[in-house]
């Protein structure tokens, strides 16, 4: 079957085939200089503020499934058999405003205007998964988006009132689901995407197999799943990606499931579409990954990539190796397993060859003695990168504390184990004595750096606090221990 070298998407009611798609073009650029839909704007060009927020819908094996997203950092070429939906989309045929629009009107919810259509997006992706959403909801759905004018308090009330307006059973994305999915499912042809200049190559492969195939003709290319990350290397370092080799399509990559006593997780699912399974089976998880950035890059990011990156601050790889949690490479047809902790080497170093890819990931479920929680410290609670994060996992037997995994993130050049505390802990009665023990011993584990976002010092005594609020937890405080911000 020969190459195609154009992407085919739906942008809005409209199909369209893009040739010459450049590894690095944007979509947020396609729309306002292309198309010249200048309803989606660029505030930040890195993901942060969600004035640029669309909805992509794309086929799953749960059915077609809409997604607020930042065109920002979205690449063209990641959109092959998506259904794209703007903000010019959601008025009716005879003008008048969609619901989400006239609540945020007659309840104020527009101040300079800026960000209005980043928010209308967002909103309407919440109304249509959660009619009658709680404030909670609202909160938790708008992370990604950023009021200059900190006109909040209206918007908050404009979203929680949407349905007052029209319920979203005769919203068209409902209406013509069915068209939609057919149209969509009518673009997937299964064969290999090769487009763009030469020196700017993006390649779609056809399934897994064929990814690993690419990447053994192209060993050096850019692997790029949800570009969280490689979208910045892009708009903020203006740094060549070509040729890049997009996944973010592979049905196959995106699988989770739990299986015996462990979760399976492919490395292309999103940190939303693992959420729900993890969530059921490590609650500690729950509130920790609402953390992680904001919606739209929940919906884009992805926890392969957040282990292939090897960042050390990654929110995923310190409670992932606190699990205990073990990754699959592969290359061509080999595959190998290792321990999560060991594939990160050094600082901007992985145990990842030429030519090789993260595949799955997978994690042992906790027994029954085992106490675990998940930890985020960052200037700003939400939407925010890591000061210092950590995967805490503690198993106590009749009293004594047999096993201890004690993972962190931001206190060395790549995310480690504590050692010496985990040591101090073993062995020893479950009290605050060993636990303080513990926090000492960390200073042993760690010289960390001073930057912008916290000191050594800070980050040495906010990692020993952490220990000693593990424990006040886990030894039944009234309340949980709110110290969440750095």
Same mark, same amino acid.
């Given at each position: 079957?020969?190459?195609?070298?154009?992407?085919?998407?739906?942008?809005?009611?409209?199909?369209?085939?893009?040739?010459?798609?450049?590894?690095?073009?944007?979509?947020?650029?396609?729309?306002?200089?292309?198309?010249?839909?200048?309803?989606?704007?660029?505030?930040?060009?890195?993901?942060?503020?969600?004035?640029?927020?669309?909805?992509?819908?794309?086929?799953?094996?749960?059915? $077609?499934?809409?997604?607020?997203?930042?065109?920002?950092? =979205?690449?063209? /070429?990641?959109? +092959? @058999?998506?259904? %794209? *939906? #703007?903000?010019?989309?959601?008025?009716?045929?005879?003008?008048?405003?969609?619901?989400?629009?006239?609540?945020?009107?007659?309840?104020?919810?527009?101040?300079?205007?800026?960000?209005?259509?980043?928010?209308?997006?967002?909103?309407?992706?919440?109304?249509?998964?959660?009619?009658?959403?709680?404030?909670?909801?609202?909160?938790?759905?708008?992370?990604?988006?950023?009021?200059?004018?900190?006109?909040?308090?209206?918007?908050?009330?404009?979203?929680?009132?949407?349905?007052?307006?029209?319920?979203?059973?005769?919203?068209? $994305?409902?209406?013509?689901?069915?068209?939609?999915?057919? =149209?969509?499912? /009518?673009?997937? +042809? @299964?064969?290999? %995407? *090769? #487009?763009?200049?030469?020196?700017?190559?993006?390649?779609?492969?056809?399934?897994?197999?064929?990814?690993?195939?690419?990447?053994?003709?192209?060993?050096?290319?850019?692997?790029?799943?949800?570009?969280?990350?490689?979208?910045?290397?892009?708009?903020?370092?203006?740094?060549?990606?070509?040729?890049?080799?997009?996944?973010?399509?592979?049905?196959?990559?995106?699988?989770?499931?739990?299986?015996?006593?462990?979760?399976?997780?492919?490395?292309?699912?999103?940190?939303?579409?693992?959420?729900?399974?993890?969530?059921?089976? $490590?609650?500690?998880?729950?509130?920790?990954?609402?953390?992680?950035?904001?919606?739209?890059?929940?919906?884009?990011?992805? *926890?392969?990539?957040?282990?292939?990156?090897?960042?050390?601050?990654?929110?995923?790889?310190?409670?992932?190796?606190?699990?205990?949690?073990?990754?699959?490479?592969?290359?061509?047809?080999?595959?190998?397993?290792?321990?999560?902790?060991?594939?990160?080497?050094?600082?901007?170093?992985?145990?990842?060859?030429?030519?090789?890819?993260?595949?799955?990931?997978?994690?042992?479920?906790?027994?029954?003695?085992?106490?675990?929680?998940?930890?985020?410290?960052?200037?700003?609670?939400?939407?925010?990168?890591?000061?210092?994060?950590?995967?805490?996992?503690?198993?106590?037997?009749?009293?004594?504390?047999?096993?201890?995994?004690?993972?962190?993130?931001?206190?060395?050049?790549?995310?480690?184990?504590?050692?010496?505390?985990?040591?101090?802990?073993?062995?020893?009665?479950?009290?605050?004595?060993?636990?303080?023990?513990?926090?000492?011993?960390?200073?042993?584990?760690?010289?960390?750096?001073?930057?912008?976002?916290?000191?050594?010092?800070?980050?040495?005594?906010?990692?020993?606090?952490?220990?000693?609020?593990?424990?006040?937890?886990?030894?039944?405080?009234?309340?949980?221990?709110?110290?969440?911000?750095?």
């Amino acid at each position: 079957m020969t190459d195609r070298d154009h992407i085919r998407f739906i942008l809005n009611g409209r199909e369209i085939a893009v040739p010459e798609v450049g590894a690095d073009q944007t979509l947020l650029d396609f729309l306002r200089l292309d198309r010249r839909l200048t309803g989606t704007k660029e505030g930040c060009a890195e993901g942060d503020c969600g004035a640029c927020t669309v909805l992509v819908g794309r086929l799953t094996a749960a059915g $077609l499934r809409y997604d607020p997203v930042n065109a920002c950092i =979205r690449f063209l /070429a990641s959109l +092959d @058999g998506c259904h %794209v *939906v #703007t903000v010019e989309h959601l008025s009716g045929p005879d003008g008048r405003l969609h619901p989400v629009q006239q609540a945020m009107i007659d309840h104020h919810g527009s101040q300079c205007g800026f960000c209005t259509p980043g928010f209308v997006m967002s909103l309407y992706a919440l109304w249509m998964q959660t009619p009658e959403p709680t404030e909670q909801q609202v909160e938790t759905a708008l992370q990604g988006n950023l009021c200059r004018c900190t006109g909040y308090a209206p918007i908050i009330r404009a979203a929680v009132a949407v349905s007052r307006y029209g319920t979203p059973a005769s919203d068209h $994305l409902t209406t013509e689901r069915e068209t939609m999915t057919a =149209r969509l499912s /009518a673009l997937r +042809d @299964g064969r290999r %995407v *090769v #487009t763009g200049p030469e020196d700017n190559r993006a390649i779609l492969p056809a399934d897994v197999d064929d990814l690993a195939a690419c990447l053994l003709e192209h060993p050096k290319a850019t692997i790029v799943a949800g570009a969280t990350d490689v979208g910045l290397w892009v708009t903020k370092f203006l740094r060549p990606i070509g040729p890049a080799i997009f996944t973010g399509h592979l049905d196959a990559l995106k699988t989770v499931a739990h299986q015996g006593d462990d979760l399976h997780i492919g490395a292309g699912a999103s940190y939303t579409e693992c959420q729900s399974l993890l969530s059921r089976h $490590l609650p500690h998880l729950s509130g920790y990954w609402d953390r992680i950035a904001g919606w739209q890059v929940r919906n884009m990011g992805t *926890v392969g990539g957040n282990i292939a990156n090897g960042s050390p601050i990654g929110d995923t790889p310190p409670v992932l190796i606190a699990l205990g949690a073990q990754i699959t490479l592969r290359r061509g047809d080999t595959r190998r397993t290792l321990p999560l902790e060991a594939f990160f080497i050094d600082y901007g170093k992985q145990d990842r060859a030429a030519g090789e890819f993260v595949e799955s990931i997978r994690i042992p479920l906790p027994g029954p003695n085992t106490r675990n929680a998940a930890y985020k410290l960052s200037k700003r609670r939400d939407e925010d990168i890591s000061s210092v994060a950590a995967g805490l996992s503690v198993t106590v037997e009749d009293g004594r504390i047999t096993a201890a995994r004690l993972a962190f993130g931001g206190m060395a050049a790549t995310p480690k184990r504590a050692a010496a505390a985990e040591a101090a802990l073993v062995g020893q009665p479950w009290g605050r004595d060993a636990f303080e023990t513990a926090a000492e011993a960390l200073a042993q584990d760690f010289t960390p750096l001073s930057d912008w976002r916290a000191s050594s010092a800070y980050r040495t005594l906010a990692a020993q606090n952490l220990l000693r609020r593990f424990f006040l937890e886990q030894d039944g405080a009234a309340t949980p221990v709110q110290l969440e911000t750095a």
